[in-house]
């Protein structure tokens, strides 16, 4: 019930926060920014609590690198913030107005969503960029973090919220949970008609989560079993700086590659020339029957393979006939985030890019450009994978729904 | 299993439905509008024993209207596939395309959504309505209606699918789910990766179980509790019209208004009057204290009349202290579906229109308006009350989703 005292007063805070002015909202934007940058020494020693704890515990390096906060780090947060700032305000546009017949002037306006919940994992920096983007789009933000992060997120929503009250914020806009065991998740998630949308951030277990358990909307996030496919006509050089760049640039994150497609007119040619490039940057291939004919140093690919989301140096090979076939293995295996094929062949290009079912396909370029920054939204709240609402990075806008205004002068219906 | 087994055959049908030309898929709509007319009579027979069930089963009087079918609403259901026919295709279209610094060209093309469940109950013309939409916008679509319209369905379905099928529509894009238990119901909002979204249309109840069990997801369509506000300042004839026209016009839907609020500087000298109209058009009234003390033969108002969707000749009244007071009341008891105000105060009605939230808000007219051919859009699903995806009235384009297709000459990311 915590959890839920929390959201309505987020929810009572919603009302007002929706209706300011882009001017506000960005002079908020500035006062936290300014808030992050002059607190810098109290929000990092509540880090070095989170982290010294996070070592008692044996967490893995990985999970310590990505909650350590040090001065590069908080600047880079409060320059988000700017930047964030700097953007156009969704909330008010008329997005399109139409007159009726009966003279019923019927307009489409773009408003705030209400009450977001951002349920996270370990990533402090993750707890400005919320605040900054709901803030901006007029919404009030219940943040879920991990216990793994409490004390940072603490500090971190402590200073934020003191500028953005004192900048004319309503207060009770940014609500933190602090309760972070499973049952807040739970409780959050199911609270219909106060939280309008839940957006999971964070690994496969989490979203899936939530995603099962949720009565309230959901905006689904990240999960990328991502696909290059090399075309039997294509500029061979383009195609191993493409499957390198797509594997390789960093793998770590949702939109690199994790299975490699060759057909197999071109498969003898290429594929040493592209396993050679991946060797010198340390990836371990796991091949087909076929790619393992070619290159016999290949390990074998298990049937497990297709499906897997490596986030690693890692990647599963398999020759296919065709584009018909490529086609048909991503639709299968894929998780419909992205998807790039390497062609010179016009009809295979425009096949691709209406037939493969994902949120961003791409031809001659590498999947790694799925991202708000990349595509000029200039802000990202992450990578939808779902259909409804919003698919592919989401901008400012996405959190945003429309509202129907209607202007008449006496009509009724007859 | 026997649900998913006919969910696959509608996932696998979208592959090459989402991809066909609109000349196509209006040609099917034109034959599956003839297979209805030339097959009324089997329909119509069809019906007779549905009719006959519900009758032996004491079903009430409301639901086997519903229910019935003549030669009429044969009619009316072919008419209604030419109008969609008649109607832009939304597929393909590219909504926005723009060249990133790095010569990437991005766009964001309309595509249809893939499969779409639709649950539902008595009324048989729900069936011909969800296929025609469905199919014009390139989407599969799995049907689940009720028992007491089984036969009904089957005839229907029977008629159109052979029809669309001998038109060029792929073999298995519409499904009905013969089973009509509770646990086919809970199979098909589960089958998370075949199912990309669920719309639940019927009572409260029906609704109520989809979004709370469903881990696909939904668009929830339906319950309107309406408000209308009639102001201090505003044409007290006009206010009586479109009080009298939100409530009587036709109360059994969801945009029909269920409570009056009416400004306590006026409630004296237009409560009567509007309380004599009503009682002309056999509407019970139900009223706060201050309304009983100006009309005293109203019945008194209990707390829980301000929740009530009445979808009946009954409307709950109350004196309110100026507009803050009237948009409180709304946004605390309201479902946020349509919202309207009668005003001749130009700053009432932009507070009205800013601060009450829902789908549709309305100055000088009746709410009554929120409906998809009244909008202006052709056809209707629906009327969405959450934010997410779709809000109000539903045509064609919330069928859809976006899709990114990049184009490249070879770019990496640095």
């Not at 940014?174 to 959050?188: A, C, K, M, N, W």
Request: net charge neutral; with cysteine; hydrophobic share 40%.
């Amino acid at each position: 019930m915590i959890v839920a005292k929390k959201v309505r007063l987020a929810k009572e805070a919603s009302k007002s926060l929706g209706v300011l002015s882009s001017a506000q909202k960005d002079q908020a934007l500035e006062a936290m920014a300014c808030a992050l940058e002059s607190n810098m020494s109290q929000i990092i020693e509540e880090n070095q609590i989170d982290v010294r704890i996070a070592k008692e515990n044996k967490r893995s390096k990985a999970l310590i690198d990505r909650l350590v906060l040090n001065e590069n780090r908080v600047k880079a947060m409060a320059q988000g913030l700017r930047v964030i700032k700097s953007l156009p305000d969704p909330v008010g546009e008329v997005i399109s107005q139409w007159r009726r017949p009966n003279g019923l002037q019927i307009g489409q306006k773009r408003v705030p969503l209400g009450v977001v919940g951002i349920i996270y994992e370990s990533r402090p920096n993750v707890t400005a960029d919320a605040i900054g983007l709901c803030l901006k789009t007029g919404n009030a933000v219940v943040l879920r973090g991990s216990s793994e992060a409490i004390h940072s997120n603490k500090a971190i929503v402590k200073a934020m919220t003191e500028a953005a009250y004192s900048a004319g914020i309503p207060h009770g806009s940014v609500q933190l949970v602090e309760d972070t065991s499973r049952e807040s998740v739970q409780e959050l998630i199911k609270l219909n008609g106060l939280v309008d949308v839940v957006i999971p951030r964070g690994g496969a277990g989490l979203i899936n989560t939530v995603v099962a358990n949720a009565t309230v909307p959901v905006i689904e996030t990240g999960v990328g079993n991502c696909h290059v496919y090399v075309d039997g006509e294509c500029n061979h050089d383009m195609a191993v700086d493409i499957v390198v760049n797509a594997k390789t640039q960093r793998p770590g994150v949702c939109n690199a590659a994790e299975t490699l497609l060759v057909d197999k007119t071109i498969a003898a040619g290429i594929l040493p020339r592209i396993v050679d490039k991946l060797k010198e940057m340390n990836v371990e291939i796991r091949g087909c029957e076929k790619t393992r004919e070619i290159v016999p140093e290949v390990l074998p690919a298990s049937s497990e393979d297709w499906s897997e989301e490596y986030l690693d140096y890692i990647l599963a090979v398999k020759v296919v006939d065709g584009i018909d076939d490529a086609i048909d293995h991503i639709n299968k295996y894929g998780s419909g985030h992205s998807e790039a094929i390497v062609t010179s062949n016009y009809f295979n290009a425009e096949k691709f890019l209406n037939y493969v079912d994902a949120a961003a396909v791409y031809v001659n370029t590498s999947t790694r450009f799925t991202d708000g920054f990349e595509y000029g939204f200039g802000a990202e709240l992450g990578i939808s994978t779902q259909k409804l609402h919003a698919r592919g990075p989401m901008g400012l806008k996405e959190l945003t729904t429309i509202k129907y205004i209607i202007r008449g002068q006496g009509q009724i219906r007859k």
